[in-house]
């Protein structure tokens, strides 16, 4: 059995991983994807003290760091169940076998919802982008639209106005859902255009990057296009917390509710990074979170457990 098992092998899972084993405990990762979103993910720019690097490269730099230590990585395994038990806690993988620990850090992360258009998966990173903290500055000057009018899309919206030239924001019904005080900044601004009713059908691109965008207006049925040279999609961050419902408890987003140490509902059982109520999801943040865990939990053997 592990001392902590580490379920996620992105920016959270791997800070853990390396925080577990400088504790001289047993430590073990499982993992669909060693590396997370950031495998998707081109320029990282905010990551501090690196001034850049791409996410393929940070993802080696994560697992090479990991490999460093004694760490047993399960890669390409997807945790299916998770079982409190009072001496060890059982995590059941979707190839049949069971690993027992006593601790657990969750750190699944999230994905971000798409609008499942052509164009979309195309040039993603080539002009579509779902972070704005991350890829704003890249639109210096230019021309975006931002997909969705909840609070993350009028947020981004906002955000981006201080930092591109225009911003058209796209959402599909007939009013926006952000809170009243977002709605009353983002109509303030001079440089923002709102369109509601409209159903983005296709991002269009040049073969190399986006150049413009259709939607249909759902009160006439027609499509109309707008120029630009990016895209945010912004209609939702889904937590990877299916397989968890009913055991630790998740917000009415599904995402792991945790404390101030990391700690879940469930005794032994604590989380980190995207997956978790803490906000703002951003690889520095999750890489703080996922050490905090890892010594939550190692906090948690020196009370409880005696060999
Ligand atoms: P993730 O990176 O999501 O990792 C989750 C891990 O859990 C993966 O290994 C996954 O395979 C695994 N997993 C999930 N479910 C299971 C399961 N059931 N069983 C086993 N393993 C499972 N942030 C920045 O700070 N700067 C940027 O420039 C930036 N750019 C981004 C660009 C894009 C396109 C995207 C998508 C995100 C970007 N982000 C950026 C956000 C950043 O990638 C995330 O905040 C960060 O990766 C979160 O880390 P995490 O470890 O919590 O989760």
């Given at each position: 059995?592990?001392?902590?098992?580490?379920?996620?092998?992105?920016?959270?899972?791997?800070?853990?991983?390396?925080?577990?084993?400088?504790?001289?405990?047993?430590?073990?990762?499982?993992?669909?994807?060693?590396?997370?979103q950031?495998?998707d993910t081109?320029?990282i720019?905010n990551?501090?003290?690196?001034?850049?690097?791409?996410?393929?490269?940070?993802?080696?730099?994560?697992?090479?760091?990991?490999?460093?230590?004694?760490?047993?990585?399960?890669?390409?395994?997807?945790?299916?169940?998770?079982?409190?038990?009072?001496?060890?806690?059982?995590?059941?993988?979707?190839?049949?076998?069971?690993?027992?620990?006593?601790?657990?850090?969750?750190?699944?992360?999230a994905?971000w919802?798409?609008?499942?258009?052509?164009?979309?998966?195309?040039?993603?990173n080539?002009?579509v982008a779902y972070c704005p903290h991350c890829d704003g500055p890249l639109?210096?000057?230019?021309?975006?639209?931002?997909?969705?009018?909840?609070?993350s899309?009028?947020?981004a919206?906002?955000d981006l106005?201080?930092?591109?030239?225009?911003?058209?924001?796209?959402?599909?019904?007939?009013?926006?859902?952000?809170?009243?005080?977002?709605?009353?900044?983002?109509?303030?601004?001079?440089?923002?255009?709102?369109?509601?009713?409209?159903?983005?059908?296709?991002?269009?691109?040049?073969?190399?990057?986006?150049?413009?965008?259709?939607?249909?207006?759902?009160?006439?049925?027609?499509?109309?296009?707008?120029?630009?040279?990016?895209?945010f999609v912004q209609?939702?961050l889904?937590?990877?917390?299916?397989?968890?419902?009913?055991?630790?408890?998740?917000?009415?987003?599904?995402?792991?509710?945790?404390?101030?140490?990391?700690?879940?509902?469930?005794?032994?059982?604590?989380?980190?990074?995207d997956?978790?109520?803490?906000?703002y999801k951003q690889i520095?943040?999750?890489?703080?979170?996922?050490?905090?865990?890892?010594?939550?939990?190692?906090?948690?053997?020196?009370?409880?457990?005696?060999?």
């Amino acid at each position: 059995a592990f001392d902590v098992l580490i379920v996620g092998g992105g920016p959270a899972g791997a800070a853990a991983a390396i925080y577990a084993a400088r504790k001289g405990i047993r430590t073990g990762v499982v993992a669909e994807r060693f590396g997370g979103q950031v495998l998707d993910t081109l320029a990282i720019e905010n990551f501090v003290s690196v001034k850049e690097t791409e996410g393929p490269q940070f993802a080696t730099a994560l697992e090479q760091h990991v490999k460093q230590y004694d760490v047993d990585i399960m890669d390409v395994e997807r945790a299916t169940e998770l079982v409190p038990g009072a001496k060890h806690i059982e995590i059941k993988l979707a190839n049949g076998a069971t690993l027992k620990s006593k601790t657990i850090v969750l750190a699944t992360g999230a994905r971000w919802r798409e609008i499942n258009v052509p164009g979309e998966r195309e040039y993603r990173n080539h002009g579509v982008a779902y972070c704005p903290h991350c890829d704003g500055p890249l639109f210096k000057g230019k021309r975006v639209a931002v997909i969705g009018g909840g609070n993350s899309g009028v947020e981004a919206a906002i955000d981006l106005a201080g930092i591109v030239s225009h911003v058209t924001l796209l959402e599909f019904a007939p009013d926006l859902r952000a809170d009243a005080v977002l709605q009353r900044k983002l109509y303030s601004l001079k440089n923002v255009d709102v369109i509601t009713q409209a159903q983005t059908t296709e991002v269009q691109g040049d073969g190399k990057k986006v150049t413009g965008l259709s939607y249909k207006d759902r009160k006439t049925d027609e499509i109309k296009h707008v120029a630009l040279e990016g895209v945010f999609v912004q209609i939702g961050l889904v937590p990877n917390t299916e397989w968890l419902k009913g055991t630790v408890a998740l917000s009415k987003h599904g995402e792991i509710e945790v404390d101030a140490k990391g700690q879940t509902s469930v005794p032994g059982v604590f989380a980190a990074g995207d997956v978790t109520t803490v906000p703002y999801k951003q690889i520095v943040i999750a890489v703080g979170e996922g050490a905090k865990a890892a010594l939550s939990a190692f906090d948690h053997l020196i009370r409880t457990s005696i060999d």
